[in-house]
């Protein structure tokens, strides 16, 4: 049975197609037969990055194809174990439609109100069109310290939302590897990739917890990557 991950959000630049190919990423080379399904057609970043990691040769194969409607992608989601949603960098109908059928709804954010109200209003939004807050989830992106990360946690609990465990720092190097085609967990960082993939696998867990996937959620556990040479 496919699992559909989806990562939404109301504004650009928040951490949909970061996250979405490391999870990606993470889940292929656990031996999961996995897809990002990019439906940002005029920008295209998922594809154009996957085709950047396909150029330089990086393992794991990483497969990524680009849609025009949310229908479109959910066709194919029979043919993986996991099929990631790299949502268009605004909502649509089509939001709706991914989020009836995602078994997780991500919507990535930082730590500013800029980024946090408009996040907040697209989920009370989904809720109110009958989508069950449990598939609804925040992830914490370009993260500066943890006074920061502490207080835009609280911000999104008052909202009456969960965040995933971990968050992803504001640092260079993130961007430098996807520049390259890797992701955010094949960094030359040591460091840095311990703490991409320490949110990853929370959201790898959480799937799996709320839809009793622990065999899925197991083979996509990894061990922790030396930093490259």
Known sequence: MTTIIAFVSQKGGVGKSTLSRALAREAANGGLKTKIADLDTQQGTSVDWNRTRLNAGIKPVVAAEAFATAAGALKVAGQYDLLVIDGPARTSAGTLEIAKVADLIVQPTGPSVDDLRPAVREFHALVNEGIHKAKLIFALNRIG???????????????????????????????????????????????????ADALIQALIDKIGADNGRHHQAQKTKHARRPAKS
């Open 145 to 195: 310290t943890a006074v920061e990360e502490n207080e835009t946690r609280a911000y999104i609990a008052d909202a009456g939302y969960a965040v995933v465990d971990g968050c992803m720092l504001e640092r260079p190097a993130y961007r430098k590897a996807q520049n390259v085609g890797h992701a955010v967990t094949e960094t030359s960082f040591a460091n840095l990739n311990s703490k």
